[in-house]
């Protein structure tokens, strides 16, 4: 995973541990839903009962292409605003975020899924951008992990929305075949998941 912002290590201090999961139950609040990807409804978190990461699930979110589309439904996005509660005296980033979905993409089309993460009032941004390999008509699974001394976490004792931007696209071949690609499945049961990395202040 490639970090945009500045030499994120200087965010963690050495001593720093990134394994102490807080007791308690957290919680995690969806401020704002906005994005072609996420019509209201149709995207729901939910944090593990062990505390160590939280899952996304999408039900209309998917990128066409090709005979059937229109010109706009080849990208697809959504953007959350997320308020995660949890015990003072612990912060939190994100160690690990694995992308699962389905695509069709025939012999000379493209795909791609980008994703980004960032703590509102901060610059440092994680960005990933996978490209599907084609041909295909399959599920498809990607995993970003950040090594502990690039994680980005929030600031201690102030309360910061975690921001979540993930994005596909779809793009037909030359016969102009229909294509797409999607971040749910047609069971439901594909989920983003992102692994918290938790540390005392």
Not at 114 to 123: E, L, T
Request: aromatic share 10%; glycine share 8%.
């Amino acid at each position: 995973m490639a970090a945009t912002g500045l030499a994120l290590s200087l965010l963690v201090a050495p001593e720093a541990r990134a394994d102490e999961v807080p007791p308690g139950k957290i919680t995690i609040d969806v401020v704002t839903v906005n994005g072609s990807g996420c019509p209201a409804g149709t995207a729901a978190v939910a944090v593990s009962d062990d505390n160590t990461s939280f899952t996304v699930t999408y039900s209309d979110y998917t990128a066409l292409a090709g005979s059937g589309s229109t010109p706009t439904q080849f990208r697809k996005n959504c953007q959350l605003n997320l308020r995660v509660h949890y015990p003072q005296g612990f912060t939190f980033g994100i160690a690990k975020a694995d992308y699962r979905g389905f695509a069709h993409l025939p012999r000379g089309a493209r795909g791609m899924q980008r994703a980004s993460y960032y703590f509102a009032g901060q610059s440092a941004t994680v960005t990933s951008t996978h490209n599907i390999a084609v041909p295909t008509s399959d599920n498809w699974q990607f995993t970003d992990s950040t090594d502990v001394a690039e994680i980005v976490f929030a600031p201690c004792g102030a309360v910061r929305h975690l921001n979540v931007n993930t994005e596909v696209r779809a793009f037909t071949n030359a016969s102009n075949q229909p294509s797409f690609v999607s971040m749910d499945s047609t069971d439901g049961s594909v989920k983003t998941r992102y692994q918290f990395a938790w540390k005392r202040c």
